[in-house]
C-alpha cells in the first residue's frame, strides 16, 4: 500500500511539474537571426543562430500578447536589424527597414515599469509618444538604465547573447543582419489580429 501512495505521489509530482513547465513554456520564442560578421564573400550564405527569448507578461500583458500575435503571424521573418549602435542595442521590427514602419496592428498603450534595461533586456521601440509601440523592438547590448520607465520591458534574452553581440552595427548597416523566423513554444496561445492603423514612426532615444 506505501508503495502504491508513493507511486501516485511521484506520478502527481510529475504531471504537475509537467504543467507548470508547459506554462513557462508559453512566454519561450526561438528566434533565428542571421551572422553576417562572418561572411566573406557577398554571394555567401550567412550562417545562422538561435536565441532563446523569455517574454514578460506580468510586466506587459498588452505587449506581450502582440508581439505573440505577430510572431504567430510570421510577421519577423526576413526583417532586418537596421538600427545597431555599438554599446547600446540592435532595433529590428520594421518591415519597410527604415526605421518608419510597423504592422497592421494597433499601436500599444505604454506598460511602463520599474523593471532595468539591463544586458539581454528586450523593450519597445516608440515614436516620441508614449503610446506608439507596435512591432519594432530593440535589444540591449548592456545597461541602459537611462531608459527606464521610458520604454516598456517585455522580455529578456535567456540564451544566445553571444549571438546578439555579433549583429552587424549601422543605422542602417551596410550588409545587416536579419531575422530568419520567429517561432512561439508549443504551449503558447495565439491571438486574432485586431484591425488596421495608422503606421507612424518608431524611434529610440540618442545613446549620448
Known amino acids: 500500500m506505501k508503495i502504491i501512495k508513493l507511486l501516485y505521489i511521484f506520478i502527481l509530482l510529475f ?21 553576417n560578421e562572418k561572411v566573406t564573400d557577398p554571394g555567401e550564405d550567412s550562417p545562422t543562430a538561435s536565441v532563446i527569448i523569455e517574454l514578460f507578461p506580468d510586466i506587459a500583458p498588452n505587449h506581450v500578447k502582440q508581439i505573440k500575435t505577430l510572431v504567430s ?23 519597410t527597414g527604415t526605421g518608419m514602419g510597423g504592422s497592421d496592428l494597433p499601436d500599444i498603450r505604454a506598460e511602463f515599469t520599474p523593471t532595468p534595461f539591463e544586458r539581454g533586456t528586450l523593450g519597445m521601440a516608440r515614436s516620441q509618444h508614449p503610446d506608439s ?69 518608431s524611434r529610440m532615444p540618442s545613446s549620448a
Request: proline share 5%.
Open 73 to 95: 503571424e510570421g510577421f519577423y521573418d526576413g526583417i532586418i536589424f537596421h538600427r545597431v549602435i555599438e554599446g547600446f542595442m540592435a532595433q529590428t521590427g520594421d518591415p
Open 133 to 201: 509601440a507596435n512591432s519594432q523592438f530593440f535589444i540591449c547590448f548592456q545597461e541602459a538604465s537611462f531608459l527606464n520607465n521610458q520604454y516598456t520591458v517585455f522580455g529578456r534574452v535567456k540564451e544566445g547573447m553571444e549571438f546578439i553581440d555579433k549583429i552587424v552595427r549601422g543605422e542602417p548597416p551596410e550588409f545587416p543582419d536579419k531575422i530568419v523566423s520567429i517561432r512561439l513554444s508549443e504551449n503558447c496561445l495565439l491571438y486574432t489580429s485586431p484591425s488596421p492603423r495608422d503606421k507612424r514612426q
Open 15 to 35: 504531471l504537475t511539474n509537467g504543467e507548470i513547465m508547459a506554462e513557462n513554456n508559453d512566454n519561450i520564442i526561438t528566434m533565428v537571426i542571421t551572422q
